[in-house]
T-cell receptor, first 112, second 115 residues
Framework: NAGVTQTPKFRVLKTGQSMTLLCAQDMNHEYMYWYRQDPGMGLRLIHYSVGEGTTAKGEVPDGYNVSRLKKQNFLLGLESAAPSQTSVYFCASSSDSFQPQHFGDGTRLSIL | TQLLEQSPQFLSIQEGENLTVYCNSSSVFSSLQWYRQEPGEGPVLLVT?????EVKKLKRLTFQFGDARKDSSLHITAAQPGDTGLYLCAGDVSRLTNTGNQFYFGTGTSLTVIP
């Protein structure tokens, strides 16, 4: 019952460092999403993918890049981390855009 | 600017009380979902409503989609400590706008049920 797995679960970075967050799903879902969750802001969509090899911008894409080289994996990259990117990041997947999204347990990222 | 506004933002009630949480927007949605999120975990889907005026019940939880498909409410009867969590509504406009994924989450209502 893995569902959606995010790694790492916690990370602390210094300003300017880069890192990649990994999301893996075992449900053969076409759609995958990256969100950030901040207090009082709910979940905001960063980027999403409608299938292997495709990516698209969401509501708050600046400062992030993504790749979907394999259907089961969706990577979120921060090229030069900034304190404003301190947040909890959630990955989700779904079989279609209007189907329920299945979420991972989140990655807590702090940028100092 | 938030597309979906939820109210109240925080709610603390005693066990056994009833409560209603609201999700409002000026936009029309093709469907709307309600999720519950517990600390340290991702949101988990509770229900999806699709038709304007639709009412769905899940045990003590009653969900209603507004007639114009712009708003929704979640009513909990006889709340229990296990209902504690962050309740999020999420609206889908993708089939209305034909612009790919347009899935928006509300700001959330944090509910605490005191034993």
């Amino acid at each position: 019952n893995a569902g959606v797995t995010q790694t790492p679960k916690f990370r602390v970075l210094k300003t300017g460092q880069s890192m990649t967050l990994l999301c893996a799903q075992d449900m053969n879902h076409e759609y995958m999403y990256w969100y950030r969750q901040d207090p009082g802001m709910g979940l905001r969509l960063i980027h999403y993918s409608v299938g292997e090899g495709t990516t698209a911008k969401g509501e708050v894409p600046d400062g992030y890049n993504v790749s979907r080289l394999k259907k089961q994996n969706f990577l979120l990259g921060l090229e030069s981390a900034a304190p404003s990117q301190t947040s909890v990041y959630f990955c989700a997947s779904s079989s279609d855009s209007f189907q329920p999204q299945h979420f991972g347990d989140g990655t807590r990222l702090s940028i100092l | 600017t938030q597309l979906l506004e939820q109210s109240p933002q925080f709610l603390s009630i005693q066990e056994g009380e009833n409560l209603t949480v609201y999700c409002n927007s000026s936009s029309v949605f093709s469907s709307l979902q309600w999720y519950r999120q517990e600390p340290g975990e991702g949101p988990v889907l509770l229900v999806t409503v699709v038709t304007g005026g639709e009412v769905k019940k899940l045990k003590r939880l009653t969900f209603q989609f507004g007639d114009a498909r712009k708003d929704s409410s979640l009513h909990i009867t006889a709340a229990q400590p296990g209902d504690t969590g962050l309740y999020l509504c999420a609206g889908d406009v993708s089939r209305l706008t034909n612009t790919g994924n347009q899935f928006y989450f509300g700001t959330g209502t944090s509910l605490t049920v005191i034993p």
